[in-house]
């Protein structure tokens, strides 16, 4: 039956060299130079939704978890001078990356007026359409403009009962699986009756999962004075999560999921390349030269995915029986929805807003696979509206969730090395 194409879902493993090759060597440093473009790097989110789910959550005091404006400029070199015998690398790069926001007026909000039209030509392609991701309404008053480059994901000391509710929720109500975190259970390991649509979920959150842990110990806080932070890779912290004498057998299993999650999102970037290779489409930034160059670069990008050859092949989902299928995507998507609010919910800002833009990517990656229909009957000159749409909210965070993911299989590489060195 169409259903029993279950090997192409479990199989990951065996594909695992293939895609750090493609990875590490093709796609990483491609996506890098395009995720530090403007188009990519400016994401409007509410960070300040209420959570849905319950009300008695505190507020993060966490320093690393502040979403922060960039530090004004002048401020920075005043400091900059009067330490400037012992002022640290990662300070005076966060510098450099002000001097940029500044140009582009968003510091502390202001937006320059050239930037501000560009986003007016953006919101215009905007459209509502068969979502499986909340997208924050993008016009509330509370809803801003994030530098991701100023805001990297990382270490941030978010951990114990909050994080560990928000992780609870997502599996144990939101997942299609009776699973605890308190308990972990294997839904993959045993036949537990799940269906392959239903394992597929859990994988790309339990992937999701995987990445944000691997980032979290990449870029781990090793160090901090007065002066300067030191962040870098924290071996120990790494194996503690995916060795698999440390974890009962679960963190590989946990890192195939993660490579399953690039399969898929890698598909929906090939799958999209005819949306993007419309003339009409354009990545207003308000610099026609930036914009033509950025563009071909993403179709580059898209038709490096394109080529890869080991594809997941997304037909095995929802292809049973109709009415069951037209149920179970149904499910999929109300259950992808739940999660998207579930992260109004994660008291650390900076990790609800990585946490915020990685569903809505992966959400946008599901709503690009089972679009197929639409986007094949897409005009390929004319600039009416095309039958499918995808709003900016929804290309930036897709670029970016999958950013995230890529850069965790280039880091699996550097752990790989480093743990290889600590045995000799
Ligand atoms: P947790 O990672 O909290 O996991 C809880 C339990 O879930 C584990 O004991 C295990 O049973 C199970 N589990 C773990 N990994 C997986 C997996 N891949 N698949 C299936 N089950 C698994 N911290 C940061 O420092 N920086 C961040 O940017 C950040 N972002 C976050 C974003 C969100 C949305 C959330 C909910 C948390 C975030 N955190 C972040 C916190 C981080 O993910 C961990 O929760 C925290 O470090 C505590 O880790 P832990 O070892 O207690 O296990």
Redesign the pocket.
Known sequence: SPRGVTGTLDDCACDVETIDRFNNKEIFPKLQKLLSSDYFRFYKVNLNNPCPFWTDHSQCGLKYCAVKPCTPVSFSKFIQLIFSYKYSEAASQDLEECEKAEKLGAVNGSLSDETRQALQEWKKHDDESDRFCMLDDVDSPESQYVDLLLNP???????GPE??R??NSI?EENCFKPYS?KR?LNPLASNSGLCVEKRAFFRLI?GL??S??I??SARYLLDENWFEMKWGHNVSEFQL?FDKELTEGEGPK?LR?LYFLYLIELRALAKILPYFERPAFHLYTGQPTEDNEKKKLLLELLHMAKSFPLHFDETALFAGNKKEAIKLKEDFKLTFKNISRV?DC?E?F??RL??KLQTQGLGTALKILFSERQIEAMPNTSNTNPSFQLSRQEIVSLFNAFGRISTSVRELDNFRSLLSNLKQ
Do not use: D, Q
């Open positions: 994901e990382r270490f941030t000391g978010y951990k994080a560990w928000i992780w599996y975190v972990p339990s999962h995987a944000i842990n980032h979290l999560r946990r999921n992260m994660v650390c900076k990790c990585w946490g």
